[in-house]
């Protein structure tokens, strides 16, 4: 994909399955040839797209660390890639979840599961979200080193992803109680 952020640690690359996917099968096909996919073979599935997504979230904060090391003149292009690249990784995990939600529905009929897949959706877009309005914070901060108001923005927005990702732990464990209950 494209070149590493200036300074990373690492290079930036997003994963992706060559069906387009996120990685690994994808949630319609059965976990051995000739067999029926079983509800712990999708939460299996749930929980490598979960790997994914974090590890997408880590190179968009490497690529946004790097990214404030190249100002003031901020090397934009670079960073505009990645970010593009690191939302259709999240753009085709999403689908894969929304797949994987579908088939507890409809297929398995365990709509409290896949209940708890659209409560994780939600929260993981609450999560990008914030994460995008601290990336920018971060950036008014180094800009503005003297303001108050722009670190104690990135202190808040920071325990609020704390928060969030306390959130999301929850609903995972509660996805695998769940789903254990009924085995």
Do not use: N, W
Request: hydrophobic share 35%; charged share 30%; aromatic share 4%.
């Amino acid at each position: 994909m494209g070149p590493a952020m200036p300074g990373a640690s690492a290079e930036v690359e997003v994963p992706a399955s060559p069906g387009g996917g996120a990685g690994g099968p994808e949630p319609e096909e059965p976990a051995q040839a000739g067999s029926p996919v079983l509800v712990r073979d999708l939460l299996l599935q749930l929980q490598d797209l979960q790997a994914e997504r974090s590890e997408a979230f880590g190179l968009l904060d490497q690529g946004h660390q790097a990214y404030l090391r190249s100002g003031p003149h901020y090397d934009f292009p670079r960073y505009r890639q990645l970010v593009h690249e690191v939302t259709e990784a999240f753009a085709s995990i999403s689908r894969e979840v929304l797949a994987i939600q579908e088939r507890l529905r409809d297929t398995h009929r365990r709509p409290d599961l896949a209940q708890h897949l659209a409560r994780l959706q939600d929260q993981e877009q609450q999560r990008l979200e914030l994460t995008v309005a601290l990336q920018l914070a971060r950036q008014k901060a180094q800009e503005e080193p003297g303001a108050a108001a722009p670190r104690e923005e990135v202190q808040e927005l920071r325990q609020r992803i704390i928060k969030t990702m306390e959130v999301i732990s929850e609903i995972v464990q509660d996805l695998k109680y769940d789903s254990e209950e009924a085995e």
